[in-house]
């Protein structure tokens, strides 16, 4: 019944962005300007549509209904009931009705909301939406149904792995997905303006608190999902350069980039054709990590080719979009005129190199993600890791960052270096400084050194646009900008220590027996057996001591689920202010001791604490837009009453 | 650096630079990728090519039933891994992943080192029954089989 009622709810829903799409089609072209009339309501009932299906998703899993297959094979009864809800979006079924339902939720909400824009670049704006929903809703309803049933109910589900019964999972896809479609939406935008060649600071104020939201999103799921990564695995590391994690950063590099260069069309009025170029490239990237993630290329290019059917639809839709994008880029992006122009040396200038930094790393972790794929359907098996992607990336990243301690001082439009002579000498110092105190403490590779130079450097100057201006009056949006720079100073000097000076102990102890990890003191006190609701683990008790303080317990665990049956390691953390002890337990070793893997990962925990800084300066940057936006709304607002009366 | 760009071409200026930009990105890349991508090997592949101890390669095939030798440190195994034709001893420190197993495959992060055994730094056993390492997606079950009996030999 709910399983029935959740289809019908995805098949109207997909009807209404079919409507939306056509009519917004037709009043564009000037045939029929009543059908303009109906695109926003059908934007409004298509989300609350697609709400309503995704609820009976949810409905379904937390009931635990067997008659459907999707229940079946990702749940079991014996699950808790946030791990019951969480598998609904735990699945590839599941996780493309939730990206459908934010995507349609955010068209109602710019169907509602938006009033800024001319009403044709709205009509096209939202006709765009409804054409990229419109393919996602086909490819649920005809090759990835959620809600199919099963004919003979087995009496309890398969349960789901236990590496994702984690609380981290059960927030990581969806925030990565708001991130997604926030792009889509930016997309719209970008195809809206494109269509009516309305590209000004205008559409670029409409489109930014999307970018800016998908943005947020992004680094806080790309955040999350690097810890969760961390502690979860076991392996002490907290990013491999894998594909699927890089699936969530390039959607971010390009957000980046667009988040700036939109920066610049809304104050400026200059970049425009860029500013799409960049949304198309934004929503791209989101599509090719859907694609990469969902269609089990990943496994194997031959595994895609046994089973081709999900694969080549995403790969389709993202020819599609892409493609069309980019035919109408290049048919329009000569007609749009040229926007202001600005010197060498001007604010303006250094966004450009962040674009084109930004441009060029997405483009070489492209390659690195891709070029594994590429090889293997020539025959060739090889895999590409952190021996590519640091030192490549570092070679357009720290550039970046030395223009990234200087551009928010310059002026827009024309400026010299002269006049910020003192600021730029001072960061210089700071930079020297840092890197002589680095190479002191022992660090001898050239990443780590650099990185620690230039984090140290970028959080001094991360403040300096603060420096001769009044705190209290200073908008809401430029402390986002302090704050996110900060964050990734704060971010790189995590990086950089870790990588530099984590120190690593692997050793079979007896129980009783104390070994030295950096300035840890680690007596390995018992092992015990230990039993949980699905599964039971032997745990090690470790009291630990940081340079002869007082004693700490810890509690790493070997882990055996029995539904379905799997072994993990449950990794024990220990944090202090100025970095964590992380502790993993394995097998009883030959000689009776217990095999146990011991880091000191200084300051490793800035990396995420930076993470939550970046995200919290653009919630910042969001939220003084938009109450600049609702002021300006009020001021436009009492302005056309004042002419209605004068008028009377 | 102070002057303005030539005004009548400052848009294909900045295309110019994204360009020349985006192409360095590309060719460093390129150039990066032959000489860090790591190549996948199955043991009689590893054995005939014999990469260089410097070259960051995977191994990838069935532990040999009764191979598993564990080290008097407790933490180090020596193991064999074989693909039915040949066969490369394989040395790894650390604790093993969770579905390691003698006649199950693995796959071998590390390098050739010059005595000819096989130093791993990290190793990837088939997790579960949705994960498989990549390269052992594609062995089929016959294969796996034959992988087997040809080790167990």
């Not at chain 1, 809703?137 to 809600?147: Q, T």
């Amino acid at each position: 019944m709910i399983a029935n009622f959740g289809l019908a709810a995805l098949w109207l829903a997909g009807a209404l962005a079919a409507l939306q799409l056509l009519a917004g089609a037709f009043a564009l072209r000037g045939d029929e300007p009543t059908l303009a009339r109906l695109v926003r309501p059908a934007a409004v009932v298509q989300g609350v549509l697609a709400a309503l299906s995704f609820g009976a998703l949810l409905l379904l899993f937390a009931r635990t209904d067997l008659s459907v297959r999707l229940v079946v094979e990702n749940s079991s009864s014996m699950k808790p009931m946030i791990f019951k809800i969480a598998g609904a979006w735990g699945n590839h079924e599941g996780s493309m009705l939730l990206w459908v339902t934010i995507m349609s939720l955010a068209g109602a909400l710019i169907a509602l909301l938006e009033r800024r824009l001319p009403e044709p670049t709205m009509l096209a704006t939202l006709a765009a939406q409804a054409f990229v929903g419109l393919g996602f809703y086909a490819f649920l309803l005809f090759s990835s149904n959620p809600f199919e049933r099963v004919a003979n109910p087995p009496p309890d589900g398969y349960g789901l792995n236990p590496l994702l019964q984690d609380i981290g999972l059960a927030f990581h896809p969806p925030t990565l997905y708001l991130g997604y479609v926030g792009l889509s939406v930016a997309f719209s935008f970008a195809v809206g303006a494109l269509v009516t060649r309305e590209v000004t600071p205008d559409f670029a104020r409409a489109m930014r608190p999307w970018v800016l939201g998908a943005w947020i999103f992004l680094t806080l799921g790309i955040t999350a999902g690097s810890y969760w990564a961390y502690y979860e695995l076991g392996w002490g590391g907290w990013w491999f350069w894998d594909p699927v994690e890089n699936a969530s950063l390039m959607p971010w590099l390009a957000a980046t980039a667009l988040l700036h260069s939109a920066s610049v069309l809304a104050a400026r009025d200059a970049l425009r054709a860029w500013t799409i170029m960049l949304g198309v490239i934004a929503f791209s990237m989101s599509m090719i990590g859907t694609f990469l993630v969902r269609s089990g290329i990943l496994t194997s290019v031959h595994a895609f080719a046994v089973d081709p059917e999900r694969g080549t639809f995403i790969l389709a839709l993202l020819a599609v979009y892409i493609g069309g994008a980019l035919t109408l880029f290049a048919l329009r992006a000569g007609t749009v005129t040229e926007g202001e122009r600005f010197a060498v040396t001007s604010r303006e200038a250094a966004l450009v190199v962040n674009n084109v930094a930004l441009t060029s790393i997405l483009a070489i972790v492209l390659v690195g993600t891709l070029y594994p794929l590429v090889t293997e359907a020539f025959g060739v098996k090889v895999s590409v890791g952190p021996p590519y992607f640091n030192p490549v990336t570092a070679i357009f990243f720290f550039p970046m960052l030395a223009v990234l301690a200087i551009g928010p001082l310059l002026r827009w439009r024309r400026d010299s270096l002269g006049r910020v002579r003192g600021e730029v000498l001072l960061v210089a110092l700071v930079a020297v400084a840092a890197l002589a105190g680095a190479r002191f403490a022992g660090s001898t590779r050239l990443l780590p050194l650099l990185g620690l130079a230039l984090a140290v450097a970028v959080a001094v100057a991360a403040f300096l646009p603060l420096r001769g201006r009044s705190l209290r009056r200073l908008p809401l949006h430029v402390w986002g900008m302090v704050l996110a720079h900060f964050g990734i100073a704060v971010s790189l000097f995590g990086v950089s220590v870790d990588s530099a000076f984590t120190k690593e102990r692997l050793i079979a102890a007896q129980v009783g027996e104390t070994m030295h990890v950096g300035p840890w003191a680690v007596t390995l006190a018992s092992v015990e057996p230990v039993a949980g609701p699905n599964w039971t683990a032997m745990e090690g008790t470790l009291s630990v001591s940081f340079d002869g303080g007082s004693p700490s317990e810890m509690t790493p665990q070997s882990r055996n689920f029995w539904e379905p049956v799997q072994h993990t390691s449950e990794s024990a953390l220990l944090t202090r202010w100025n970095g964590q002890l992380y502790a993993v337990i394995g097998e009883e070793a030959e000689n009776g001791g217990w095999q146990l893997r011991l880091w000191w990962k200084p300051f490793v925990t800035f990396i995420w604490f930076g993470g939550l800084l970046i995200g919290l300066g653009g919630l910042l940057a969001l939220l003084g837009r938009l109450s600049l936006d609702l002021k300006r709304r009020h001021v436009r607002a009492r302005g056309a009453e004042r002419r209605a009366e004068q008028a009377q | 650096m102070n002057g303005k760009l030539a005004p009548k071409h400052q848009r294909l200026v900045l295309i110019a630079i994204a360009l020349a930009a985006l192409i360095a990105a590309g060719l460093l890349a390129a150039w990066a990728l032959r000489n860090q991508a790591s190549y996948f090997y199955v043991p009689s592949d590893l054995v005939a090519d014999h990469p260089s101890p410097n070259q960051a390669v995977r191994l990838g095939g069935m532990v040999q039933i009764g191979s598993v030798k564990h080290s008097p440190d407790g933490v180090t195994i020596h193991f064999i891994v074989g693909d039915g034709k040949a066969s490369v001893p394989v040395r790894y420190s650390g604790i093993v992943p969770d579905l390691f197993e003698e006649g199950s495959g693995v796959v071998a992060e590390g390098h050739l080192a010059a005595d000819g055994t096989f130093d791993a730094d990290t190793l990837l056993a088939k997790h579960d029954a949705n994960y498989v390492p990549r390269e052992l997606g594609d062995m089929s079950a016959a294969q796996k089989r034959a992988a087997i009996e040809g080790t167990t030999k």
